[in-house]
């Protein structure tokens, strides 16, 4: 069975997937937007448990991802992933963002989950033009899909904004 690409208009806290990412900082103490949101509906567990994977390897660096516990939330587990700052596109944005996704996708595999809920990641405060972000989104995704079909059944992309909506319905239906 082919694996589904849907896209809605949303809170990613409140979805029922089995693993949902967060577009989260070297830190992975929590933050503003999604972060700060998916931490605070989560509970003190999420953050327990990216303590530990600091103290082990001190954060997570730009384009790689690690996964925790989902506290409350409706999910089984978070995927913490740090996209890039957008830096004019002269310091490997495009390609680290692309590794995001695609090491997402890795751990969601690894951790035989089936369902992913993505969020727009870097276009809030890391400032990725939108469109590009949208474009590197769907493409990994799809391409990831395709080499891997019989591990997902269904990956969301999640949007805060109608901007994004409208991007990702755009890139979705053609």
Wanted: proline share 4%.
């Amino acid at each position: 069975m082919q694996p589904n690409i849907q896209v809605t208009k949303g809170d990613i806290t409140k979805v029922q997937v089995d693993a949902i990412v967060n577009a989260a900082n070297t830190s992975l103490l929590g933050g503003g937007g999604v972060d700060g949101a998916i931490h605070r509906a989560g509970s003190k567990a999420i953050l327990e448990e990216c303590m530990q994977i600091r103290a082990r390897q001190g954060g997570c660096p730009t384009g790689e991802a690690v996964i925790t516990t989902a506290g409350n939330l409706p999910a089984k587990y978070v995927i913490h992933t740090v996209g890039p700052v957008w830096q004019g596109g002269k310091a490997n944005e495009e390609l680290l963002l692309a590794n995001a996704y695609r090491n997402s996708l890795e751990l969601a595999k690894a951790n035989h989950c089936r369902t992913v809920a993505f969020p727009n990641i870097s276009t809030g405060v890391y400032h990725f033009p939108k469109h590009l972000a949208a474009q590197i989104a769907v493409k990994e995704v799809t391409n990831y899909l395709q080499l891997h079909p019989d591990h997902f059944d269904t990956v969301l992309f999640i949007c805060f904004d109608e901007e994004n909506y409208q991007l990702y319905q755009n890139l979705l239906s053609t």
